[in-house]
């Protein structure tokens, strides 16, 4: 049995939320410009309805899914993630502010590297941002392997060395230096319920 989806259009010949595709293809197909998604909740939906369709081009259904959920991330926090085309492949990470989706920091892409590794960096960033700018707040990161390397200090990529992604290693190198000369609060790095809040607020939406 297929879930019920909802299908949230701005622009069409009628805009709403359309309970079928048959509705919501009325209204866009054909239709020049036509922009609409499909939600997997009534709720989901009515939020982005009430939103702007630029805050959702391009990215998982499920954003901002965390804002409509009882249980709802710590905040103030930073959120992570990285986006690899490939394994190994060109990888690149980025920080957000949990609350507004604000991009504070971008990197990469960076060659022959692993979604993994772009995570364990993208950790070790948000930790040196916050020291530089005096911020405490947790981090969250859907990546459990990721989480683990950085409290354990040590990358432990299967990642093979090449001349391609050399540069990429001496970042894991300096942000492995970093992790041995400061010592993490317990609870500041946090793993992102992706079942229950959808994808990060920094996720790449290339899924």
């Not at 009628?14 to 209204?27: D, H, L, P, R, S």
């Not at 922009?35 to 909740?41: C, L, P, V």
């Not at 990429?168 to 229950?196: G, H, Q, V």
Request: with cysteine; aromatic share 12%; charged share 25%.
């Amino acid at each position: 049995m297929n879930k019920q989806k909802y299908y949230v259009v701005w622009k069409g010949r009628k805009t709403g939320i359309f309970t079928t595709w048959a509705e919501c293809e009325k209204q866009v197909k054909g239709f020049v410009d036509a922009q609409y998604k499909a939600f997997g909740s009534s709720k989901e939906a009515e939020a982005a309805f009430l939103a702007k369709y630029d805050e959702y081009r391009g990215k998982p259904s499920s954003h901002g899914k965390w804002k409509l959920t009882e249980t709802k991330p710590i905040l103030p926090s930073i959120c992570v993630d990285a986006a690899c085309s490939g394994s190994p492949g060109k990888v690149e990470y980025r920080g957000v502010i949990t609350e507004t989706g604000e991009q504070i920091f971008h990197a990469g892409p960076y060659e022959q590297g692993t979604n993994n590794v772009g995570e364990f960096l993208a950790i070790v960033h948000a930790l040196t941002w916050q020291f530089k700018h005096n911020s405490h707040t947790p981090i969250y990161s859907d990546s459990e392997n990721a989480i683990a390397w950085v409290m354990n200090g040590i990358c432990k990529t299967n990642l093979k060395h090449s001349p391609k992604n050399a540069l990429l290693f001496a970042l894991i190198r300096s942000a492995e230096n970093w992790l041995a000369e400061n010592e993490l609060p317990e609870d500041k790095i946090l793993k992102w319920d992706t079942e229950l809040w959808g994808e990060t607020p920094a996720d790449f939406g290339r899924k």
